[in-house]
């Protein structure tokens, strides 16, 4: 049976939302969890425009833990910074906010940030909103250039985005964007929501795929293992045939885990035991 190493585990924050940052490397310890993709939510990360927490704080108590910090999500859902901003202003500041995150990143020591291609006006031409994300993705992967630092764009859900829904999408702004600082990245929700397939992704960018949301579903809902319709089976089959050497990122958010994530974690972890070294 095709394994993962323990390693490629990331654990992820949001879930925890109601818990200290404390709490949550905690539970990854138990968990067995031994990487972090850390979400850079208030109140465990705060971040804005011009300053950030203090990182190296950050990086120590992880590392008490015995975790490391494979990769940075700055939020970019329900905050007011946005990749594809309409407002003028607002898209000024989400600059200022997403080049500070790729600084974050650096400093955290993480080699990867991940992202999306943000969303626009419903009620504007979408090629409007497509031409603002890709000037924003353009200048963050020049700053990422510098920083040493590789950007991750996944796609979305529909309902989330009209601009980088699909494997098209996706193959289409990479293309434009065409920076050595700048990848995909797959989340397992809106691939299932938009028919499509692991293999698929990985047939049409290959090791241009750094990084995966790795969680179940049905196909709505970003589930713990064991709470949706996925086989990990068959897509860890898949990683192993393609060699993925990426994290996969626990980017569990139903609000019904909100209450006991700890368990939620360990529960998931079991789950996955038997593909894991």
């Known amino acids: 049976m095709p394994t993962i190493k323990r390693e490629q585990i990331a654990g992820m924050n949001i ?15 138990q968990a067995g969890i031994k990487t972090i993709e850390l979400w850079g939510g208030a109140p465990h990360f705060y971040m804005d425009t011009n300053s950030y927490a203090d990182c190296q704080a950050v990086k120590r108590k992880a590392a008490a833990h015995g975790l490391t910090i494979g990769a940075f999500t700055p939020e970019s859902i329900i905050y007011p910074y946005n990749i594809a901003a309409p407002d003028p202003l607002q898209f000024q500041k989400s600059k200022l906010y997403f080049a500070n995150a790729i600084k974050v990143t650096a400093e955290l020591g993480a080699k990867l940030m991940t992202l999306n291609s943000g969303y626009g006006y419903l009620n504007e031409p979408q090629e409007e909103a497509w031409n603002r994300s890709a000037e924003m993705l353009s200048y963050l992967a020049g700053i990422a250039e510098q920083e040493g630092i590789t950007i991750a764009m996944e796609t979305l859900r529909p309902e989330e985005s009209k601009i980088v829904t699909t494997i098209a999408d996706a193959k289409k702004m990479f293309t434009e964007i065409n920076s ?83 368990e939620t974690d360990r529960k998931s972890m079991e789950y996955l035991r038997p593909y894991i070294y």
Do not use: R
Not at 15 to 29: M, R, V
Not at 204 to 210: I, P, R
Not at 235 to 247: A, E, P, S
């Open 15 to 29: 879930h925890y939302l109601f818990y200290s940052l404390d709490y949550f490397l905690g539970a990854q310890e």
């Open 180 to 262: 050595p600082a700048f990848k995909v990245m797959v989340d397992t929700v809106a691939m299932s929501i938009a028919g499509e397939t692991l293999m698929q992704w990985l047939q049409t960018f290959g090791k241009d795929l750094v990084h995966l949301h790795f969680v179940d579903c049905k196909p709505y809902g970003h589930l713990a293992w064991g709470d949706g319709n996925l086989n990990p089976a068959e897509l860890i089959q898949t990683l192993h045939d393609f060699n993925y050497q990426g994290l996969l990122g626990q980017e569990i958010t139903e609000m019904t885990y909100y209450d006991n994530p700890a």
